[in-house]
């Protein structure tokens, strides 16, 4: 046994070694310059047709006298999507080039996935690419546009990103610089980095620990990542909030220590006189469940449970960036929800801003309470032209979809048709599930009040959006679900976002709703 075990170390050792030799191909000219790299894009063979590099890749093959196309053949690239190798010194200029497959040549729209795919396959190849050059160490990354560089430059920026505050300084892995390699598109790409850095602000909110994004917190972020970009944010206090009577909100609030806040963010791209788009985001910094407590296993994650709020905050950020000419408005209720003998008890009644009875039966399901009295608030005081609410509510999302999609309720088919557009553009789609009077019987059909929070039924999703309906009588309004998307990524990961981490997700979708709205003769 002896000898076979030492037979089997002196098998292994050359192994290592001839590893370590391939890896290398060229000897490194100044190994103390910044470690420079460049993504660059190669289309999928088909047929008898071998796989064709981008027009920036055919640059480079020139210069480098037709050795990327024997490197290409030799390591049997055939372009399909994500798949490539890091090619290490075989340019004076980059140290390292990752040559990263980006599927079929011209494919677009793709109707049964409602998914432009040529779109998100450059993201899926620029997000592969940059992540493989960071994990080798470069200091500077050039991303091929691959004919679309808005989102090359989304799936490169959102690929590189790390939460990384509460790590110790020296393990923290170096996040890249980004730049445009080989094209005049650089509108498109500043497009792309804004819309990205957005989702990441939205990634590092949600990511945060509880205990280091309280309401309070929260609230001083957004300050901080707003106000600097000419958005006003108005910071509401426990006592604004009791004299404004937003009972509900105050229902759930009350049973943590942390005091609760309400933001008012408005942005003004227009005449103050146009009406505006208002936004109302979750702000449940920890839901716990409260009295109803949730399970014990996998509760770390409802820290996350305001990840609504802020996507709308990085949406804020980006809409600035861009200038659009449209005015929003966004209204943020921030409070935790836990148990305590001050705690809202199942059962327990409010009253409601519009003098409805709202019954509070469980507090498991406490995101529409919290909503309830903001909502009505902001169309009190806002007279917005439509109002579109983002929340984790139901698991019936996250069962439903997996992952795959946010889930949208409306009573406007034409809002429906803009967001299923921008999330067919985005890579971050929706899906329209009923908002039918079903559902609003079961949650409206009572003796004692006229609203429960919960209702009756297996169909919490479409419940909780029949209770929001109640709550918005006349605006056009959307209210999109991110149960299953907003929160850990989990199953079906997507390529440029990480595994197990908070995702941002729907950022991108609803700054690209804005910009359709702000610019609807634009394509």
Known sequence: MQNIRRFLLLRAEPLRFVARVNHVR????????????????????????????????????????????????????????GRGKVFNNIDQDFRSIAVVGVGLEGIGFNELEMLDEGMENVRI??????????????????????????????????????????????????????????????????????????????RRLSDAASNCMTPTLFAQATVDALCPCGITVEIRTMDWIEQQRMQSFLMIAKGSCEPPVLMEISYCGTSPEDKPVMFVGKGITFNSGGINLRDCEGM??????????????????????????????????????????????????????????????????????????????????????????????????????????????????YIWKQFQRAGSLTGDRLWRLPLWNYYKKQVTDELGYD????????ANSCLAAAVLHELVPCADW????TRGSGMLSQYGIIPYLNTWRMTGRPTRTLVQFLYQLACPEQK
């Open 451 to 458: 609203i429960s929070n919960d209702g009756r039924g297996l």
């Open 125 to 202: 190849a620029a997000g592969i690419g940059a992540r493989s050059l960071q994990l080798v160490g470069c200091t500077e990354v050039s991303v091929d546009s691959m004919e679309y560089a808005e989102q090359a430059a989304e799936g490169s920026s959102l690929a590189i990103w790390r939460h990384m505050e509460m790590l110790n300084k020296k393990y923290r892995r170096v996040v890249p610089k980004l730049d445009l390699y080989n094209s005049n598109d650089l509108d498109g790409w500043t497009r792309g980095l804004f819309k990205a850095e957005s989702q990441n602000l939205a």
């Open 26 to 81: 060229y000897s490194c000219a100044d190994s103390g310059a910044k470690a420079k790299g460049l993504v660059i894009g190669v289309y999928q063979k088909e047929g008898d047709k071998d796989p064709r590099l981008t027009t920036a890749g055919d640059k480079i093959n020139d210069r480098l006298g037709g050795k990327l196309t024997e490197l290409i053949c030799e390591t049997k690239i055939d372009g399909r999507l």
């Open 300 to 413: 770390d994650e409802y820290r996350a449970s305001m990840s609504g709020a802020a996507a709308c905050v990085a949406m804020m950020r980006c809409v600035a960036a861009l200038s659009l000419p449209l005015n929003v408005v966004l209204i943020v209720p921030l409070c935790e929800n836990l148990p305590s003998g001050m705690a809202t008890k199942p059962g327990d009644v409010c009253t409601l801003l519009n003098s409805k009875a709202m019954a509070i039966r469980d507090l498991d399901k406490a995101g529409v309470v919290v909503m309830a009295d903001p909502l009505i608030y902001g169309q009190t005081t806002y007279k917005p032209r439509l109002v579109v609410d983002v929340a984790t509510l139901g698991t019936g999302a996250k069962k439903a979809f997996g992952g795959g999609a946010s889930a949208i309720f409306s009573n406007s088919h």
């Open 478 to 481: 959307a209210h999109i679900d």
